[in-house]
């Protein structure tokens, strides 16, 4: 199973995205932003976005790709992970958007919404066995390599979010792929590829997260802390649950604090590492 109740639970970001999208490949384009001074290799650094299970169906990620470009001045792109069939459809609005538990920290997951949420797995099973981890990691790959051979970028940043951040993860491990990495509440995830990270590498949690319990997070944390010559961080933003990087409860102050600062915490990371 690659997604929880909070990874199709959430809320969707106000605004227009100005960006466009592809359209023979389906990814999305964020321009940098020209106003930015003294960033002479704009054109040779672009930062890749990775999106949750739903993809590109909900405005979030080309929001939070306009965002990042044009705070850093690098064109970002948010690649279509799932060809156009994202395994949990028909979430495109606030209204679709399954609201399984709340958007803090101590809820309590019903019989009912367990129910629910089963019942979603089931429909969805063929769809997420389609488009397991692995397989978005080829896709993500290719991607990255089209935009080195044959678009020209020299650097490439990349983050990623539940789904996405777990794919970023596995990037870090890779030498001469990318160039630094940053992984929002990524899920699923797996402990042995920590000590793995070879390039600057960014985990920014939630303080409830099934993927990452504090006891994993701590273990995790623990083996970043110790690799030689690779700059890691990780962070743990309180008051909030798996998603809050890309589907904040912005009515929230501590969500909308937290959200706000793990996006800054993003920037600071590529504008240190690119």
Partial sequence: MTICANCVSGHVLPGDPTGSTDPASGYYLALRNPAIAGRADANKTAIVLLTDIIGLRLKNAKLLADRFAQRLGYDVYVPDLFDGH??????????????????????????????????????????????????????????????????????????????????????????????????????????????????????????????LSPAKRDRAEAALKVLKNVPTKVQTFSGTVHGFCCRPALGIPKVQTAFEGAFEEGVAWFQTHL
């Fill in 86 to 211: 994202p395994p949990v459809r028909l979430i495109d609005d606030e209204a679709n958007l399954r609201k399984f538990i709340p958007d803090e920290p101590g809820a309590k997951f019903s019989l009912w919404n367990r129910f629910q949420f089963l019942f979603l797995i089931l429909r969805c099973a063929p769809g997420l066995w389609k488009t397991r981890p692995s397989i978005g990691r080829e896709r993500v790959q290719a991607f990255i390599r089209d935009l080195k051979e044959n678009k020209g970028y020299e650097k490439i940043g990349v983050i990623g979010y539940c789904y996405g951040g777990g794919i970023a993860i596995k990037l870090a491990m890779q030498k001469g792929m990318v160039d630094a990495v940053v992984s929002c509440h990524p899920g699923p995830v797996w402990l042995d590829d920590f000590p793995r990270v070879v390039v600057p590498f960014a985990l920014l949690c939630p303080e409830e997260d099934e993927w």
